[in-house]
């Protein structure tokens, strides 16, 4: 892993977690947690069994520009994306295997931040867990973002095996993901592009067909 806010918050889930499959929400402690708490989240199960934010730190919600309380995790990606996110959340909490996501942000001016999300699961009662408690971190060196965050783009994901990793170094590497057609990429000379369906929209210019 490579923040200090996701190394810290998967050590302390650790800690609590003991001997049981995951630790139940009562043994967070938030004051244990508080110099990453602004980059933490929890998730709940909606009614339409689509996890949603039951709390959101609030840089979290200041580099999207919006509360995200009670909104959907996998509206924070790409549409193309969101039935897989959706899936790795609801995986997490089955199987109660932690997950690593290497995500980029894009912003209004269609610039990316790379960055890492990790999903921890938690029981709210008993052993079975229903809740997730994440962290989201950009990655070291990355410039300040000019305008908040639209979307974000799934690049790889890393489950993690708890009983065989207590520490995230040397876990397995991450597996890439089909790359969004809304992924955005360097095309040199300054500009961006943004691939939507078949077409490349370039910044500051005028779509161009690809076919």
Same mark, same amino acid.
């Given at each position: 892993m490579q923040t200090k806010a996701i190394t810290a918050l998967y050590d302390y889930w650790t800690r609590r977690r003991g001997e049981r499959s995951v630790p139940l929400?009562? !043994?967070i402690e938030p004051a244990d947690i508080a110099p990453i708490l602004p980059d933490v989240f929890i998730l709940e199960h909606g009614r339409l069994h689509d996890p949603r934010f039951r709390l959101a730190g609030t840089r979290l919600c200041a580099q999207f520009g919006r509360e995200l309380k009670a909104t959907a995790f996998d509206a924070l990606f790409a549409p193309d994306q969101r039935t897989r996110i959706a899936r790795i959340t609801e995986n997490v909490m089955a199987h109660a295997a932690p997950a690593v996501m290497q995500v980029a942000l894009v912003d209004g001016r269609l610039e990316t931040t790379e960055?890492?999300?990790?999903?921890?699961p938690l029981?709210?009662?008993?052993?079975? !867990?229903?809740?997730i408690i994440g962290a989201f971190a950009p990655l070291p060196g990355q410039?300040?973002?000019l305008s908040a965050f639209r979307y974000a783009t799934l690049g790889a994901?890393?489950?993690?095996?708890?009983?065989?990793a207590r520490s995230l170094k040397g876990n397995r590497p991450a597996v890439p993901m089909p790359t969004s057609v809304m992924a955005v990429r360097p095309i040199g000379l300054g500009q961006t592009v943004n691939r939507v369906l078949h077409l490349?929209?370039?910044?500051?210019?005028?779509?161009?067909?690809?076919?």
């Open positions: 929400r009562s !043994a960055a890492e999300i990790v999903l921890l029981a709210s009662k008993g052993k079975v !867990a229903d809740r410039r300040q973002p994901l890393s489950v993690i095996d708890p009983n065989r490349r929209i370039f910044e500051g210019g005028r779509p161009a067909d690809d076919a």
